[in-house]
């Protein structure tokens, strides 16, 4: 078996060129498949990451999103008093009343503007979400126009620094903060006083409603409330069940878009590596001859070649992987068509995905090899003894 | 005498040059579909015209404009006719069914929009039923909605469950029409918010403006601009196209990621078939060396080799071009949600064929120099 290894890797270095334009066949494929899987899996985990399990929202029935739902100031407090909402340690509710809408930016560096989602927030908004971290200036003073940005948004849009100014709904709005919510959807959103917001877009009721739960049973005592109260026609859902279903529809278009380019692309590099390996076998007629008589066994020489197109794959797996793990470090930001804004996310290698594509590199070089393979076990000894 | 050898030459290798053929028809399909997918992308551009103006709310997309100003707007100069509509926002049975759906006013819109084909009955029984509804073909032949068939939506963004008859069914004048799209009365709409939101009534999500001469559009969007400038509404005016590239613009992303892919498709046929060459000449470096013997000069066997390389990409190509049709017919069965327009157009297939021929050249081409700079000696001495 040794030797048989050996073999097979002495012959794919005695044929530099061919085996690396191959190989970069193949890599190119799993190339592309890592990065396509690698963004989907980023905007989902970026929207998950947005969530948490132990906040609530509130939402009208039948709005998929925070932007199409409306929520009028006195069914917002009948939610603020139910008894499922937690207190924090000075016994103040942890509950917010949230407004999200949509503005127009322009990008910095480009004459192009993308929709950003503004956030009215209340004074248990940024405790809620932990992943908010401030990473400089400070807070909004509630009552005023100040308003703090996401890092994405401060990074990517013009107008949005520290210190600047952003005019929007008839007002000039100060930033005076910059957060880092890491990963998250919260990155590209803007951050300000609701009730604000809620006077300059003269828009007279909330979005959205955020508490901490009680505990694990507070969401279906909630549902059955609201379920039995003709005041409410609510939706209450766990946060993180919120985010994901706003990434469904992007992360199966691009997993859709993925697999279907991908499953063209490898029958093409099948099909190249194939050639090669059908002229391996025929160029090597003789030697296999020999090799025959020897003695190795139909099976020795079978084993063979697979083992030097795996060899090929697995180069072009490795290839394709180390250039799609640079990716990582590139943030993609695109319009999220479910919810209509912009959202900044990472292409993200995971475990999985790294298994799913050295199997599928592996794969790739077992269906090239299997064919050719046979060929060269099925010759006749004398005859390709004579072959020159 | 010289095709002749190329083709016997492209077929020394029945399996060899076979394979390498199929995997051109592939990359060149995949190249096809691509650009395709790129065009369909583009479809509402290419489908605006340059008579249309949008009006909509300078704050975004999601803030409406008073109804009131659609009388101020047709004072403008320029102004032929104004009509106005919101963005529904309702799914059928499936909130996954998405297709787009407006409430418009429909004698104005009709207008506009010159490029939707109904016949006559079905236009004024579309617009004397004020619960009727007018669809395009592709999407009644999706739900095998037919006309007289009552429809329910659920809204989204405005609550409840919405009856409607379908009455009427377009088709689109030219292949870049959507035929997807789902139009009723906005008086409809109007009056019910009336009953159930009556601060959210006689409210409208954009204005669309037809005009007198294209050459006007800039001058116009600016006049009606100023006329709401300060206000509690400010509006923002663009033609048409423009709008339609802001939609594009949003996922320009994805897009670059589609264009860039495509590029890696090239690069992967010219390995493929650029292979294929090189084993294909190494092989024969003794006959060359024989041609070059009896006297046939490098320029000659650089012919050969470079022309059966090019023999080879053109069987692909072609192969992979006829395959395209077929192929784009399914693929967008399959995403028709995502694509409304999917239409092969000319160019891509003249994309296909300088793709082919840029890579049956250069794919001969190192081959080729190889076999013209090898010394004769050299070459007769290698053997296999």
């Known amino acids: 078996m040794r030797l048989l290894f050996f073999y097979s890797f002495r012959n794919l270095l005695t044929r530099r060129v061919t085996t690396a334009l191959t190989a970069s066949g193949m890599a190119l494929v799993v190339f592309v498949f890592a990065a396509i899987i690698m963004l989907a899996e980023g905007l989902q985990k970026t929207l998950i990451e947005t969530g948490s399990y132990n906040n609530i929202v509130v939402l009208r029935k039948s709005s998929s999103t925070e932007v199409q739902s409306i929520i009028e100031r006195y069914q917002a407090s009948i939610i603020e008093t139910q008894p499922e909402v937690a207190l924090d340690e000075n016994g103040r509710r942890v509950f917010a009343k949230e407004l999200v809408v949509l503005i127009t930016l322009q990008k910095k560096g480009s004459s192009s503007s993308a929709n950003v989602v503004i956030r009215g927030i209340g004074n248990a908004s940024v405790d809620m979400r932990p992943q908010v971290k401030l990473s400089a200036g400070r807070l909004p003073l509630m009552g005023t126009s100040e308003i703090i940005v996401g890092n994405s948004v401060a990074k990517r849009f013009k107008n949005a620094g520290l210190g600047d100014s952003i005019f929007f709904a008839m007002r000039s709005w100060k930033v005076v903060g910059i957060f880092d919510a890491g990963d998250t959807g919260f990155s590209s959103e803007i951050w300000g006083d609701a009730n604000q917001f809620m006077q300059a877009f003269r828009r007279n009721a909330y979005s959205s409603l955020i508490f901490r739960a009680q505990d694990d049973a507070s969401l279906q005592k909630l549902q059955r409330r609201i379920e039995n109260d003709p005041r409410l026609t609510f939706d209450a859902m766990i946060e993180v069940d919120y985010y994901k279903k706003q990434s469904e529809m992007m992360a199966k278009f691009l997993r859709i878009l993925g697999i279907s380019l991908t499953a063209i692309f490898s029958i093409g590099a099948v099909i190249g590596a194939m050639v090669t390996m059908y002229s391996a076998v025929a160029n090597r007629t003789s030697e296999i001859g020999t090799l025959r008589a020897l003695g190795f066994g139909r099976v020795n020489i079978l084993m063979a070649f697979l083992l030097e197109s795996i060899i090929l794959g697995f180069l072009g797996g490795c290839t394709g992987l180390f250039f799609a793990s640079v990716l990582q470090f590139i943030s993609v930001s695109t319009t999220n068509f479910q919810t209509f804004s912009e959202l900044a996310f990472r292409f993200r290698l995971s475990p999985g995905i790294i298994l799913k594509a050295m199997a599928f590199a592996l794969l790739m070089g077992f269906f090239c090899g299997i064919l050719p393979a046979f060929r060269a076990s099925r010759m006749n000894i004398v005859e390709s003894l004579r072959e020159v | ?384």
Not at chain 2, 32 to 50: E, F, K, Q, R
Not at chain 2, 65 to 91: C, Q
Not at chain 2, 141 to 162: E, N, Q
Not at chain 2, 300 to 310: N, R
């Open chain 2, 1 to 384: 005498m010289m095709i002749k050898i190329l083709i016997r030459n492209a077929f020394r290798h029945k399996l060899r040059s076979v394979l390498t053929i199929a995997g051109i028809a592939i990359a060149v399909l995949a190249y096809g579909l691509l650009h395709t997918v790129i065009d369909a992308w583009y479809a509402g551009v290419a489908a605006s015209s340059a008579n249309r103006l949008v009006t909509r709310n300078s704050i975004s997309l999601v803030f409406r404009l008073p109804l009131s100003y659609r009388e101020k707007i047709r004072s403008a100069d320029g102004v032929k006719i104004v009509s106005y509509g919101n963005w529904f926002g309702g799914y059928y049975k499936d909130e996954k069914d998405f297709f787009a759906n407006f409430a418009v006013e429909p004698v104005s819109y009709l207008k506009l929009y010159p490029e939707y084909k109904i016949s006559e009955n079905e236009t004024t029984s579309f617009l004397k039923n004020r619960k009727g509804c007018l669809v395009g073909k592709k999407l009644a032949d999706r739900f095998g909605w037919a006309v007289g068939d009552s429809i329910t939506l659920v809204g989204t963004i405005y609550p409840g469950k919405w009856e409607f008859v379908l009455s009427a069914v377009y088709e689109g004048k030219h292949k870049n029409v959507d035929e997807t799209m789902f139009f009723f009365h906005w008086d409809y709409f109007n009056e019910t918010m009336k009953k159930v939101r009556p601060f959210s009534a006689d409210n409208v999500g954009f204005y669309i403006i037809g005009i007198d001469r294209p050459e006007n559009a800039a001058g116009i969007a600016e006049a009606i601009d100023a006329m709401f400038k300060n206000s509690l509404a400010e509006t923002l005016t663009e033609t048409e196209k423009a709008f339609q590239l802001g939609f594009v613009a949003m996922s320009e992303a994805i897009l670059k990621a589609v264009q860039l892919v495509s590029f890696v498709i090239i690069v992967i046929i010219l390995i493929v078939v650029a292979n294929t060459m090189v084993m294909s000449v190494r092989e024969r470096t003794a006959e060359y060396a024989i041609f070059k013997t009896i006297g046939f000069s490098g320029g000659y066997i650089a012919t050969l080799i470079i022309g059966e390389s090019m023999m080879i990409t053109l069987i692909g190509g072609i192969l992979g071009i006829s395959a395209t049709y077929p192929a784009a017919i399914a693929f967008s069965n399959a995403v028709g949600t995502y694509f409304p327009v999917f239409n092969i157009t000319g160019k891509t297939i003249f994309m296909d064929a300088v793709v082919i021929i840029i890579v049956g050249l250069s794919a001969g081409i190192l081959p080729a120099w190889r076999a013209m700079s090898v010394r004769i000696s050299e070459g007769l001495r290698k053997i296999g």
